[in-house]
């Protein structure tokens, strides 16, 4: 028989590989400072700057620049007709690759982190610009994609409603396809980002702040200067520093990423298998001929294994679009656009009064600069908790989302009790 089925991790399955590797992978880096900084007493000290690091990378990963920037991501790519779980790790090793690379650099010689203020500044700029322009275009995005989404479940009430049947069927959301004006200004970088591995580059982009990258260098010239009986550390022993960092980010960054699609997705597969057979789509050249036998009249062996796979996929994508248009996707849809736009602001705004002279006379002044100096103060003051902002972001998301299931637990319960 031809081979039409070929092993595939489920969503379930994906997802638990995700974890499983990046648990691993803290572990790793965890092994190698133990072995790099527990050799004597004298450089034990430097396993509490690798803890720094590496719990900066966790708070870093709440930002809500990421936070957000990975949400609306996750929304496109499923109105696109994709479920990936990855989103949020290639956005954080592309944040990461900075950090690493400047450490590297310092790692070689230290009087790299002499010239870090002067770059610093210019890519603070050009960081905080880029990703502001990014939350506000992919918040564009998802605005249409929520006024379609509304649109259909409209359509669908109306159809239940008539008791007319409703075609569920639809086809990926592709940004080159819409005409409408607003697309066709954004719709060159919104199709660039296409595909979870294109959040690396962004994710590099966001990184030009060089935020975290000052703090993780200071910590590795303070490792630097610790001795190990008498003798200066080896400087290459500072590079597992920013691994550190990046371990811990794309853990969290790799977790918001899946409770946002299972969010968004709901459960579609309703198990916990790790492991499906997957129908395959593009038949080998090789089987060919059996596949085409098989599609005219399948054999007796074959014809319920293919009805069986064809059954679960179709079920499978049937809940998928029905939770996209359900109130909870929708509600989580208008949360990400809202947060998206206002980090955006939060953004360019404190860009704008960090480099504008005027403004910072009134934020200096000794009289308190009246309400121009207020104003730009707030700005900052928000700019300067964006790390708090998205931990709310979170809170705000899981009280939904639990609360939404709670809410149709106990409806059900409701409904169960009234029939018996």
Known sequence: MAKLFAPSLTLFGRSLLLISCELLANALCWTAAGVMFGRTEETKSILGLAMLAWTLGLRHALDADHISAIDNATRGFMAMGQLPVTCGLYFSLGHSTIVIVVNVAIAISSNIANKLNGVGQIGSIIGSAISGSFLSIVALM???????????????????????????????????????????IIGPIVTFVNKPWKMYPVGVLFGLGFDTTSSIALLAISALTKTSGGNAIPSSDVVILPFLFTAGMTFV???????????????????????????????????KPDC????????????????????????????????????????????????????????????????????????????GGGIAGRWWRGWNVASDNIGYIGAGIVGAFAVVVGGWYAGVWAIRRMRQHKSI
Do not use: W
Request: proline fraction near 5%; charge should be negative.
């Open 142 to 184: 998802n605005s249409v994609i929520l006024f379609k989404l509304i649109r259909r479940r409209r359509r669908a009430q109306a159809a239940i409603h008539e008791d007319n049947t409703y075609d569920n069927e639809y086809a990926p959301y592709n940004p080159r396809d819409d005409h409408m004006l607003m697309m066709r």
């Open 253 to 287: 960054d790799s977790l918001d990423s899946i409770l946002m699609l299972y969010s968004y997705a709901g459960f579609p597969e309703h198990s916990f298998k790790i492991f499906e057979e997957k129908l395959l789509q593009d038949c080998p050249s090789s089987l």
């Open 292 to 367: 085409e036998r098989i599609e005219r009249k399948p054999d007796i062996e074959t014809a319920p294994k293919l009805e069986s796979q064809l059954g679960i996929q179709i079920t499978r994508n049937a809940r998928v679009k029905q939770n996209a248009i359900s109130g909870l996707s929708i509600l989580l849809t208008l949360m990400s656009i809202l947060v998206a736009f206002s980090i955006s602001l939060i953004e360019i705004m404190a860009l704008i009064g960090d480099n504008c002279t005027p403004c910072q006379t009134a934020v200096n002044a000794e009289d």
